[in-house]
């Protein structure tokens, strides 16, 4: 059964940072899209930043870009987003996401991802 377990979410000050983890496990192909998707009170979920273990490739939204960095520890199973400089805006509840993908054909599209954890809540204060 796959399992992705967020963690590390929490309150901080405009300008602050934080890191999230999301524990994976349950499955061994190695070549998977991973995800951080943000759905902020009252607005639809959207997508952050990805990681395609495949090759290690990252793609980022334009809101994270500069200020975000996803990553993935293969041995510890454990995809991270250490977001900086956060915004109000940046609030919301995160959620990691999985999609198996033989190549590299990783996007924000929601439907393509097969496995998602409970979310780990952000909350950034002005």
């Known amino acids: 059964q796959v399992q992705l377990v967020e963690s590390g979410g929490g309150s901080v000050q405009a300008g602050g940072s934080l890191r999230l983890s999301c524990v994976h496990s349950?499955?061994?192909?190695?070549?998977?899209?991973m995800g951080w998707f943000r759905q902020a009170p009252g607005k639809e979920r959207a997508g952050v930043a990805l990681?395609?273990?495949?090759?290690?490739?990252?793609i980022y939204a334009d809101s994270a870009k500069g200020r975000f960095t996803i990553s993935h520890d293969n041995a510890k199973k454990t995809l991270y987003l250490q977001m900086s400089s956060l915004k109000p805006e940046d609030a919301g509840m995160y959620y990691c996401?999985?999609?198996?993908?033989?190549?590299?054909?990783?996007?924000?599209?929601?439907?393509?991802?097969?496995?998602w954890g409970q979310g780990t809540q952000v909350t950034v204060s002005s």
């Open positions: 349950g499955y061994t192909y190695a070549r998977n899209c």
């Open positions: 990681f395609y273990t495949g090759t290690d490739t990252t």
């Open positions: 996401a999985r999609a198996p993908s033989s190549r590299f054909t990783c996007s924000f599209a929601e439907s393509t991802y097969s496995d």
